[in-house]
């Protein structure tokens, strides 16, 4: 492994990553060990950037975050709804009448930035739900990062 | 000729530069950064692109831009999720504040704005000194290392280092997305188009409404078909910004800046000051049609200082116009080895990332991007081979990583440049700097070999747009 790539992932003020792990977000616990395995063994990595299941598994790589852990956000609030799947494919999230930032008539279009969030959605299906992100009327869409507390 | 010695020199202040400088400094080595302009930032401040749309996912927020879109979180005070082009829009100023004050905690780091490159001094094919401009007066920097970070290669081109600029042929590279050297030759779309278009960002501000209260009026031409994919509020909010601005940079038939790109490559000020002249007068006439179409909705609004304000430190002020131009497309370093479009795509259909460089069995990758492949050009789309998946609810780019092994050849300087029969030519000293303007800027593009009287040293007689052949 090159020294330059010791360095930069161990970087104490701004860590940075040379491989695409799409699993392992900025914040993630095992972060810089996740990154040093993949530098050592680079054919570990899958074709989705994915490491190993089975050494996430056993711990020394940590295993992937769970969809109610996400960095906390500055503006960020809790949004409580009804999940819906749309006829296109994406899921949007119906807001409990009268609760503010109703947003479009048909619910807002969910979007995320988090690899946990990202399964937990693709997986989910319809029903009462409660999430941690920032709405964007522009977008127009909210951008959650996590499952509210009591959500999981 | 007063001199000063700093053993590394970084030319430009975009993110490139400004990181490049950072961890240099942090490294403890002193480092002098040099910019042309009064402000820091490139692209992400002084060039008003304010929403940038690239590595947005958590996993790739990492390093310098990870805490750069951590911090901007944490001083814009109505977050960052204001448009549809990309989760993170803030204002000008609040990057540029702390990007200054990044700089500001480095001891080992200085920056000089308002420089100008004016020679450059060597020993062989090693740089040893630069002589720039600063105040009107004339200084010599003695250094060991010089980094260009800046947004079209200028020291690059003052050097004569090896480079690339420009289009490529399909033959050359193999690349799916470029298009065939017979084409290329033969197609004067190729030749009124050298790189891809720039933008001259123009600022507005937003009315009280949420939503734009005309129906549409019609956009007057060149702008006429602007507002037609999307819809007038649409085009208008694409890159809204806090505190109800927007940034107009609107590729399709809006503000990107098409003709006699040339004008920014070969070295004559004059040439540069009419082409980004007539670029901000489009963005402010786009800017002028949006006002009107939307009955006032939209109005040209101060955000930016002028730029002498600008040299005097001044963060906000009341021009719209951003201080630099943004370029999509600069010169391009000869390495020692170059990075082309199979390493940017999916490794195979149907996979996330792209292939993995490798060197002696080992993975040489020291940064991972994803920006989703997308050219500016005036017309049609120009087609690309797929990158882009869905995911998160949006689209994007199938991330790449960036090899070491690009970093600058130690080889004789070369640069190339397509020709009429498609073989590279080899230009020894690097492309002369041109100062002949002419009225040539339709000329075709050819530059002649070295014949063999002239000698490897010798440049050959140019014959580029720039250049007169009488």
Known sequence: MLVLQQQLIHDPQAPAGPLPLWDTPWHHPAWRQRQLAALMDPGSLD?????????????????????????????????????????????????????????????????????????????AGEGPVRLVGSANPWGPWLRVSRLAEGQA | MPEVRVPVVVWGGGTGGIAAALQSARQGVQTLLLTPGPWLGGMVSAAGVCCPDGNELSPWQTGLWGAFLRELARCEPDGLDHNWVSCFGYQPATAETILRRWLAEQPALSWWPGCRLREVRRQGDRLTGLVIERGGERLQVQLQMAIDG????????????????????????????????????????????????????????????????????????PFALAAEPFGLERTI?????????????????????????????????????????????????????????????????????????????????????????????????????????????????GASIAPLPLRNGHVDAVVVGNYANDHHYPGPDWPLAAKSCAWGGRWTGTPFCIPTALWSAPTPPTCWRPTRDSAPVIWPMGPPACNRRSSMWARPLAWQRPSASSGAAQPPICRCWCCSSS
């Open chain 1, 47 to 123: 074709q989705h950037g994915q490491l190993p299941a089975a050494r996430k598994r056993t711990g020394d790589l940590g295993p992937d975050l769970a969809a109610d852990i996400a960095a906390p956000e500055p503006g960020e609030r809790v949004w409580s709804g009804w999940l819906q799947q749309n006829a296109a494919g994406r899921t949007t999230l119906r807001p409990q009448s009268g609760a503010s930032g109703d947003g479009p008539a048909d619910g807002w279009p969910l979007i995320t930035l988090e690899p946990a969030m990202h399964h937990w959605l693709a997986a």
């Open chain 2, 150 to 221: 800046s947004d079209r290669g200028e020291l690059i081109a003052l050097s004569g280092t090896a480079c690339r600029y420009g289009w490529e042929s399909q033959e050359q590279w193999g690349e799916p997305s470029a298009p065939a050297a017979e084409r290329l030759l033969a197609d004067p779309f190729f030749r009124r188009q050298p790189v891809q278009s720039p933008t001259w960002v123009a600022i507005g501000v937003l009315g009280r409404t949420d939503h734009c209260p005309a129906a549409g009026q019609p956009l007057p031409a």
């Open chain 2, 237 to 349: 909010t694409y890159g809204r910004l806090p505190g109800d601005r927007v940034m107009l940079n609107w590729p399709l038939h809006g503000n990107d800046w098409h003709d006699d790109l040339e004008r920014a490559f070969c070295g004559d000020p004059k040439a540069e000051a009419e082409l980004f002249a007539q670029m901000q007068a489009h963005s402010l006439a786009f800017g002028r049609a949006l006002q009107e179409a939307s009955d006032g909705w939209l109005q040209l609004d101060g955000l930016f200082p002028q730029p002498d304000s600008a040299a005097g430190g001044a963060l906000r002020g009341p021009s719209p116009l951003a201080l630099m131009p943004y370029w999509r497309e600069g010169r391009r370093l000869v390495g020692l080895s170059t990075l082309v479009e199979q390493q940017l795509l999916p490794l195979k259909p």
